[in-house]
């Protein structure tokens, strides 16, 4: 089974910081990755998908590169609503499994 | 705008059994596949299940086969998760997600329903 392994686990951070978060695949998904923002209380966000293609009303700030195995998510000049738990997800394979999750928490 | 809405969780028994319902509005339901995400208490977000836009095409995680069954009414523009044999570890808030085209991302998502299995 394809296994996604995000690190790192949490990120710590202050507002007007560049966040790097990385996901890693087991085996290649190609460019069929996705991003998600989960913030308490709300359901996921979808932020990015194709491994850089930003969803409808997503900030250009949020961005997204990689293919094959290794990709990032990078979001620069973090504003307070950013922090939150961010999951990839994997879209070539079944079943599309998430990773883990990283916590970007306030510094 | 699109909205999906999540009914039918509960409190219930191990063993015991509980339908879902997510009720789509705002788009052409029939033309994309959906899916089931669960979330535990504490825990990172899980895939659980998911449709073809016509419902021939039907997917589970290993965690859920042979005890979850995905189902949808396009009629009534409406996903169904049937949960039989149900455990502890079912335990979670369950979101119905709608699928981009082609399956590239789950872009709109419930507000999710809390189904709890405790005796």
């Known amino acids: 089974e394809l296994v996604l392994t995000q690190s790192p686990a949490t990120l710590s951070l202050s507002p007007g910081d560049r966040a790097t978060l990385s996901c890693r695949a087991s085996?290649?998904?190609?460019?069929?990755l996705a991003w998600y923002q989960k913030r308490p209380g709300q359901a996921p966000r979808l932020l990015i998908y194709?491994?850089?293609k930003r969803a409808t009303g997503i900030p250009a700030r949020f961005s997204g590169s990689g293919s094959g195995t290794d990709f990032t998510l990078a979001i620069s000049n973090l504003e307070p609503e950013d922090f939150a738990v961010y999951y990839c997800?994997?879209?070539?394979?079944?079943?599309?499994?998430f990773g883990q999750g990283t916590r970007l928490e306030i510094k | 705008e699109v909205q999906l809405v999540e009914s039918g969780g509960g409190l219930v028994q191990p063993g015991g059994s509980l339908r879902l319902s997510c009720a789509g509005t705002?788009?052409?339901?029939?033309?994309?596949?959906m899916s089931w995400v669960r979330q535990a208490p504490g825990k990172g977000l899980e895939w659980v299940s998911a449709?073809?836009?016509?419902?021939?095409?039907?997917y589970y995680a290993d965690s859920v086969k042979g005890r979850f069954t995905i189902s949808r009414d396009n009629a009534k523009n409406t996903l169904y998760l049937q949960m039989n044999s149900l455990r502890a570890e079912d335990t979670a808030i369950y979101y119905c997600a709608k699928d981009l085209i082609r399956g590239a991302g789950a872009d709109y998502w419930g507000q999710g329903t809390l189904v709890t299995v405790s005796s």
């Open positions: 705002g788009f052409t339901f029939s033309n994309f596949a």
């Open positions: 194709d491994a850089s």
């Open positions: 085996q290649s998904v190609s460019n069929f």
């Open positions: 997800q994997q879209r070539s394979k079944w079943p599309p499994a």
């Open positions: 449709v073809g836009g016509n419902g021939a095409n039907r």
